[in-house]
Protein backbone atom coordinates (compact mmCIF):
# COMPACT_ATOMS: atom_id res chain seq x y z
CA UNK A 1 0.00 0.00 0.00
CA UNK A 2 1.38 3.53 -0.62
CA UNK A 3 2.00 6.39 1.25
CA UNK A 4 2.99 9.93 0.34
CA UNK A 5 5.86 11.72 2.30
CA UNK A 6 3.30 12.53 5.60
CA UNK A 7 2.21 8.68 5.93
CA UNK A 8 -1.37 9.18 4.45
CA UNK A 9 -2.76 6.01 2.32
CA UNK A 10 -2.22 7.08 -1.69
CA UNK A 11 -4.59 5.94 -4.43
CA UNK A 12 -6.83 7.24 -7.25
CA UNK A 13 -10.20 5.88 -5.20
CA UNK A 14 -10.88 3.53 -2.26
CA UNK A 15 -13.05 0.82 -1.29
CA UNK A 16 -14.15 1.20 2.38
CA UNK A 17 -15.94 -1.99 4.37
CA UNK A 18 -16.62 -2.58 7.87
CA UNK A 19 -13.73 -4.71 7.90
CA UNK A 20 -11.61 -4.03 5.12
CA UNK A 21 -10.25 -1.21 2.82
CA UNK A 22 -8.80 -1.05 -0.64
CA UNK A 23 -6.72 1.99 -2.20
CA UNK A 24 -7.06 1.77 -6.18
CA UNK A 25 -3.59 2.44 -7.34
CA UNK A 26 -4.14 1.34 -11.18
CA UNK A 27 -6.88 2.73 -13.14
CA UNK A 28 -8.71 -0.72 -13.42
CA UNK A 29 -9.44 -3.37 -11.19
CA UNK A 30 -11.39 -6.61 -10.78
CA UNK A 31 -13.01 -7.74 -7.70
CA UNK A 32 -14.18 -11.47 -7.50
CA UNK A 33 -12.93 -14.61 -5.98
CA UNK A 34 -9.68 -16.10 -6.77
CA UNK A 35 -9.05 -19.11 -8.09
CA UNK A 36 -6.43 -22.47 -9.72
CA UNK A 37 -8.18 -22.03 -12.29
CA UNK A 38 -8.45 -18.18 -13.74
CA UNK A 39 -6.16 -15.30 -13.19
CA UNK A 40 -6.03 -13.51 -9.61
CA UNK A 41 -8.11 -10.74 -8.89
CA UNK A 42 -7.49 -7.58 -7.13
CA UNK A 43 -10.25 -7.65 -4.38
CA UNK A 44 -10.76 -11.61 -3.68
CA UNK A 45 -14.51 -10.82 -1.79
CA UNK A 46 -14.98 -14.54 -0.73
CA UNK A 47 -11.91 -14.07 2.10
CA UNK A 48 -13.73 -10.75 3.63
CA UNK A 49 -17.41 -12.76 3.95
CA UNK A 50 -18.90 -11.94 0.55
CA UNK A 51 -19.38 -15.65 0.05
CA UNK A 52 -18.16 -18.18 -1.98
CA UNK A 53 -21.66 -19.14 -4.05
CA UNK A 54 -23.00 -15.53 -4.80
CA UNK A 55 -19.61 -13.89 -6.42
CA UNK A 56 -18.30 -15.36 -9.59
CA UNK A 57 -14.55 -15.39 -9.76
CA UNK A 58 -14.72 -12.33 -12.08
CA UNK A 59 -17.43 -10.52 -10.92
CA UNK A 60 -16.88 -6.87 -11.18
CA UNK A 61 -14.48 -4.22 -12.62
CA UNK A 62 -14.20 -0.66 -11.25
CA UNK A 63 -12.04 1.28 -13.76
CA UNK A 64 -11.78 5.24 -14.81
CA UNK A 65 -13.37 5.93 -17.80
CA UNK A 66 -11.36 9.10 -19.43
CA UNK A 67 -13.58 9.52 -22.19
CA UNK A 68 -16.31 10.20 -20.06
CA UNK A 69 -13.95 11.64 -16.65
CA UNK A 70 -15.59 9.68 -14.44
CA UNK A 71 -15.15 6.24 -12.49
CA UNK A 72 -17.39 2.81 -13.34
CA UNK A 73 -18.79 -0.23 -12.74
CA UNK A 74 -19.27 -2.84 -15.00
CA UNK A 75 -21.19 -6.16 -13.77
CA UNK A 76 -19.66 -9.51 -15.05
CA UNK A 77 -20.68 -11.65 -12.65
CA UNK A 78 -24.22 -13.37 -13.15
CA UNK A 79 -25.73 -12.24 -9.63
CA UNK A 80 -25.19 -8.96 -10.70
CA UNK A 81 -23.60 -6.14 -7.98
CA UNK A 82 -26.29 -3.53 -6.37
CA UNK A 83 -25.29 0.50 -6.41
CA UNK A 84 -27.25 2.17 -3.78
CA UNK A 85 -29.70 -0.32 -3.33
CA UNK A 86 -30.62 -0.75 -7.28
CA UNK A 87 -29.35 -4.00 -8.79
CA UNK A 88 -27.17 -4.45 -11.79
CA UNK A 89 -26.97 -7.26 -13.96
CA UNK A 90 -24.28 -8.60 -16.42
CA UNK A 91 -24.72 -6.87 -20.09
CA UNK A 92 -26.10 -3.44 -18.94
CA UNK A 93 -24.29 -0.56 -19.14
CA UNK A 94 -20.76 0.56 -16.73
CA UNK A 95 -22.64 2.48 -13.87
CA UNK A 96 -21.55 6.00 -12.75
CA UNK A 97 -19.76 5.77 -9.74
CA UNK A 98 -20.02 8.57 -6.88
CA UNK A 99 -17.93 9.17 -4.18
CA UNK A 100 -19.62 7.79 -0.97
CA UNK A 101 -21.76 5.03 -3.32
CA UNK A 102 -22.87 1.78 -1.15
CA UNK A 103 -21.85 -1.17 -3.39
CA UNK A 104 -23.21 -4.93 -2.54
CA UNK A 105 -21.61 -7.72 -4.33
CA UNK A 106 -22.68 -11.20 -2.83
CA UNK A 107 -22.76 -10.52 1.13
CA UNK A 108 -20.30 -7.85 0.88
CA UNK A 109 -21.25 -4.26 1.50
CA UNK A 110 -18.36 -1.48 0.77
CA UNK A 111 -18.20 2.24 -0.07
CA UNK A 112 -16.65 3.72 -3.04
CA UNK A 113 -14.54 6.62 -1.93
CA UNK A 114 -12.77 9.08 -4.05
CA UNK A 115 -9.87 11.44 -2.44
CA UNK A 116 -10.26 14.77 -0.78
CA UNK A 117 -7.76 17.27 -2.05
CA UNK A 118 -7.77 19.32 1.04
CA UNK A 119 -5.90 16.94 3.12
CA UNK A 120 -2.78 17.91 1.69
CA UNK A 121 -3.43 21.33 1.57
CA UNK A 122 -3.29 22.55 -1.42
CA UNK A 123 -3.39 21.55 -5.20
CA UNK A 124 -2.15 17.95 -6.23
CA UNK A 125 1.00 18.45 -8.40
CA UNK A 126 1.78 15.43 -11.42
CA UNK A 127 1.94 11.90 -9.69
CA UNK A 128 0.83 12.75 -6.26
CA UNK A 129 -1.41 11.02 -4.95
CA UNK A 130 -4.12 12.15 -2.23
CA UNK A 131 -5.27 11.23 1.35
CA UNK A 132 -9.13 10.07 1.45
CA UNK A 133 -12.23 10.93 3.96
CA UNK A 134 -13.22 7.44 5.68
CA UNK A 135 -16.73 6.81 6.44
CA UNK A 136 -17.41 6.47 10.37
CA UNK A 137 -19.46 3.34 12.01
CA UNK A 138 -22.36 3.29 14.07
CA UNK A 139 -21.14 0.94 17.78
CA UNK A 140 -23.44 -1.77 16.84
CA UNK A 141 -21.60 -2.41 13.63
CA UNK A 142 -23.84 -2.49 11.38
CA UNK A 143 -25.72 0.37 10.14
CA UNK A 144 -23.08 2.75 8.19
CA UNK A 145 -22.87 6.58 9.84
CA UNK A 146 -21.37 8.12 6.58
CA UNK A 147 -20.64 11.67 8.00
CA UNK A 148 -22.42 14.81 6.77
CA UNK A 149 -22.80 14.38 2.84
CA UNK A 150 -25.04 10.97 2.95
CA UNK A 151 -27.18 12.90 5.63
CA UNK A 152 -27.12 16.29 3.29
CA UNK A 153 -28.50 14.30 0.43
CA UNK A 154 -31.85 14.18 1.80
CA UNK A 155 -31.95 17.69 2.44
CA UNK A 156 -31.02 21.16 4.22
CA UNK A 157 -29.96 24.42 3.12
CA UNK A 158 -26.27 23.42 2.78
CA UNK A 159 -27.12 20.75 -0.09
CA UNK A 160 -26.76 22.97 -2.86
CA UNK A 161 -23.79 24.05 -1.40
CA UNK A 162 -22.19 20.59 -1.04
CA UNK A 163 -23.08 19.55 -4.19
CA UNK A 164 -21.34 22.40 -6.11
CA UNK A 165 -18.29 21.46 -3.78
CA UNK A 166 -18.13 17.93 -4.78
CA UNK A 167 -18.44 19.28 -8.13
CA UNK A 168 -15.76 21.28 -8.40
CA UNK A 169 -13.35 18.65 -6.61
CA UNK A 170 -14.52 15.78 -8.49
CA UNK A 171 -13.81 17.89 -11.55
CA UNK A 172 -10.25 18.73 -10.25
CA UNK A 173 -9.72 15.45 -9.72
CA UNK A 174 -10.39 14.00 -13.23
CA UNK A 175 -8.39 16.40 -14.79
CA UNK A 176 -5.81 15.36 -12.32
CA UNK A 177 -6.35 11.61 -13.58
CA UNK A 178 -6.46 12.70 -17.16
CA UNK A 179 -2.66 14.35 -16.76
CA UNK A 180 -1.38 11.32 -15.55
CA UNK A 181 -2.54 9.32 -18.16
CA UNK A 182 -1.04 11.82 -21.00
CA UNK A 183 2.20 12.10 -19.24
CA UNK A 184 2.79 7.99 -18.64
CA UNK A 185 1.80 7.97 -22.54
CA UNK A 186 3.91 10.80 -23.59
CA UNK A 187 7.05 8.82 -21.75
CA UNK A 188 5.92 5.45 -23.38
CA UNK A 189 6.19 7.24 -27.01
CA UNK A 190 9.57 9.17 -25.63
CA UNK A 191 11.07 5.63 -24.83
CA UNK A 192 10.06 3.56 -28.10
CA UNK A 193 11.61 6.54 -30.03
CA UNK A 194 15.11 6.91 -27.73
CA UNK A 195 14.86 2.76 -28.62
CA UNK A 196 14.83 2.67 -32.06
CA UNK A 197 15.89 5.81 -33.24
CA UNK A 198 19.28 8.05 -33.07
CA UNK A 199 19.67 11.45 -31.84
CA UNK A 200 18.16 13.96 -34.63
CA UNK A 201 16.74 10.61 -36.82
CA UNK A 202 12.76 10.98 -37.63
CA UNK A 203 10.39 8.38 -37.83
CA UNK A 204 7.17 8.15 -39.39
CA UNK A 205 3.84 8.38 -37.31
CA UNK A 206 2.54 5.27 -39.11
CA UNK A 207 5.67 3.52 -37.67
CA UNK A 208 5.52 4.78 -34.30
CA UNK A 209 1.78 3.83 -33.90
CA UNK A 210 2.75 0.09 -34.88
CA UNK A 211 5.08 0.36 -32.63
CA UNK A 212 2.84 1.63 -29.71
CA UNK A 213 -0.03 -0.69 -31.09
CA UNK A 214 2.58 -4.16 -31.02
CA UNK A 215 4.03 -3.29 -27.72
CA UNK A 216 0.98 -1.91 -25.36
CA UNK A 217 -2.44 -2.36 -26.72
CA UNK A 218 -2.46 -5.08 -24.80
CA UNK A 219 -1.71 -3.78 -22.07
CA UNK A 220 -3.17 -0.08 -21.85
CA UNK A 221 -6.76 0.75 -20.38
CA UNK A 222 -8.79 0.49 -23.73
CA UNK A 223 -9.73 3.96 -22.67
CA UNK A 224 -5.89 5.08 -23.80
CA UNK A 225 -5.85 2.65 -27.04
CA UNK A 226 -8.88 4.87 -28.26
CA UNK A 227 -7.77 7.56 -27.24
CA UNK A 228 -4.13 7.64 -28.63
CA UNK A 229 -4.13 4.73 -31.35
CA UNK A 230 -7.11 5.61 -32.81
CA UNK A 231 -9.02 8.58 -34.55
CA UNK A 232 -12.11 8.29 -33.01
CA UNK A 233 -11.93 11.25 -30.80
CA UNK A 234 -10.88 13.32 -33.50
CA UNK A 235 -14.01 13.06 -36.98
CA UNK A 236 -13.25 14.76 -39.80
CA UNK A 237 -11.18 14.54 -43.10
CA UNK A 238 -7.94 15.47 -41.47
CA UNK A 239 -7.81 12.48 -39.85
CA UNK A 240 -9.08 10.13 -42.31
CA UNK A 241 -6.40 7.20 -42.94
CA UNK A 242 -4.49 8.31 -39.95
CA UNK A 243 -5.66 5.94 -36.58
CA UNK A 244 -2.30 7.77 -35.09
CA UNK A 245 -4.14 11.24 -35.53
CA UNK A 246 -4.83 11.52 -31.92
CA UNK A 247 -1.18 10.91 -31.20
CA UNK A 248 -0.30 13.21 -33.27
CA UNK A 249 -2.39 16.10 -31.81
CA UNK A 250 -0.86 14.89 -28.39
CA UNK A 251 2.96 15.14 -29.38
CA UNK A 252 2.09 18.54 -30.73
CA UNK A 253 1.43 19.85 -26.84
CA UNK A 254 4.96 18.80 -26.16
CA UNK A 255 7.12 20.96 -28.47
CA UNK A 256 10.07 20.93 -26.06
CA UNK A 257 10.46 17.23 -26.51
CA UNK A 258 9.29 16.50 -29.81
CA UNK A 259 9.41 18.16 -33.06
CA UNK A 260 6.91 17.20 -35.71
CA UNK A 261 7.77 16.95 -39.48
CA UNK A 262 5.11 17.50 -42.37
CA UNK A 263 6.22 16.80 -45.93
CA UNK A 264 3.26 16.31 -49.02
CA UNK A 265 3.47 15.16 -51.90
CA UNK A 266 0.51 15.59 -54.14
CA UNK A 267 -2.82 14.98 -51.82
CA UNK A 268 -0.84 12.86 -49.53
CA UNK A 269 1.11 14.24 -46.42
CA UNK A 270 3.10 12.45 -44.21
CA UNK A 271 3.87 13.30 -40.36
CA UNK A 272 7.00 12.62 -38.94
CA UNK A 273 8.33 12.87 -35.38
CA UNK A 274 11.99 13.35 -33.82
CA UNK A 275 12.86 13.14 -30.32
CA UNK A 276 14.57 16.57 -29.64
CA UNK A 277 14.81 16.00 -25.66
CA UNK A 278 14.56 13.28 -22.98
CA UNK A 279 11.73 13.74 -20.47
CA UNK A 280 12.72 14.37 -16.83
Not at 41 to 59: A, E, F, Y
Not at 86 to 114: A, R
Not at 134 to 146: F, I, K, Q, V
Not at 175 to 181: A, D, G, N, V, Y
Request: aromatic share 8%.
Amino acid sequence: MACNSDGVEAGFAKLQGEDFEYYMQTYSIVLGRNSKKSPAVDVDLSTLGGGLKSISRHHARIFYDFRRRRFALEVLGKNGCSVEGVLHLPGNPPVKLDSQDLLQIGDKEFYFLLPVRSILGGPIGPRSHVGFTTPSYDEGGGDYALGSAKKMRRGGDGLDKMVEARSRDREADNHQLLLLEEKDMVSSVATVLSDLCGPGEWMPMEKLHAELVEHCSNVWHHSRVRRYLTSEDYPGPQSNGKPWYGLLMLLRKYPEHFVINTRTKGRVTHEFVCLVSLLP
